[in-house]
């Protein structure tokens, strides 16, 4: 059964200590590995898509990267502005996505 | 702004009353999704049309149906919402259906 597994489930990070998420996945026939952000209330804010594994993706404070079992995002010198649950999704072969329960970061200043 | 447009954003309604929620978008995008999110969960997808074409995922409840008139409307129809039935309900598009997926900010279902 295709299944994606997000950890931890919540982060405090004081501001400017950076660390990372981890997106564990089994599905069957990669497509793509999607990363959200969602704030409360709100629908998710994509991110970024990696296709293959290796591959790497940047944005700000963000980083992505991916390996054949999972995938990892890196926060660099966090803000308190990057408070939200992240979200991954992995992209099965018959183009579902399936998404992991996300993670909750809090960064406190 | 391109964008996906989600109405209403917050919705109450009684056990068993039907109810529309509906989704428009500027992308032009050929692929419109409908997924359910409760508290702290994942969210869950109930169905999709690529175009016209419509493809319900096997464990959405008949309870739920959805319309696609044109490229840019879609609606979820709720036909008797029961309290299990409350959660996060959010429309999203694509351009081809394994490109990444851009979502509305939602319509919160309360079910009295």
């Known amino acids: 059964e295709d299944q994606v597994t997000q950890s931890p489930e919540a982060l405090r990070l004081q501001e400017g200590e950076s660390s990372s998420l981890n997106c564990s996945y089994t599905v069957s026939g990669l497509r793509g590995l999607f990363w959200y952000r969602q704030d409360p209330g709100k629908g998710p804010e994509f991110l970024f898509t990696?296709?293959?594994a290796g591959e790497e993706k940047e944005k700000e404070r963000l980083k992505a990267t991916l390996t054949k079992k999972e995938s990892f995002l890196h926060i660099t010198a966090p803000k308190p502005e990057d408070s939200a649950t992240y979200l991954c999704?992995?992209?099965?072969?018959?183009?579902?996505?399936?998404f992991g329960a996300g993670t909750i970061l809090r960064v406190k200043s | 702004d391109a964008m996906v447009i989600q109405n209403p954003r917050y919705q109450v309604t009684q056990f068993g009353k039907p109810v529309t929620l509906s989704c428009s978008q500027t992308?032009?995008?050929?692929?419109m999704y409908w997924y359910q999110q409760k508290s702290s969960q994942a969210p869950k997808l109930l169905f999709h049309?690529?175009?016209?074409?419509?493809?319900n995922e096997a464990d959405t409840p008949d309870n739920f149906q959805s319309r696609r008139p044109n490229t840019s409307f879609c609606f979820l129809d709720i036909r008797s919402p029961g309290l299990g039935d409350a959660a996060m309900y959010l429309c999203?598009?694509?351009?081809?259906?394994?490109?990444?997926?851009?979502f509305g900010p939602g319509t919160r279902l309360t079910v009295l």
């Open positions: 992308l032009n995008h050929n692929v």
């Open positions: 990696l296709y293959s």
């Open positions: 049309y690529y175009d016209k074409d419509f493809n």
């Open positions: 999203a598009t694509s351009e081809l259906a394994y490109n990444e997926q851009f």
């Open positions: 999704a992995a992209m099965e072969y018959g183009n579902k996505l399936v």
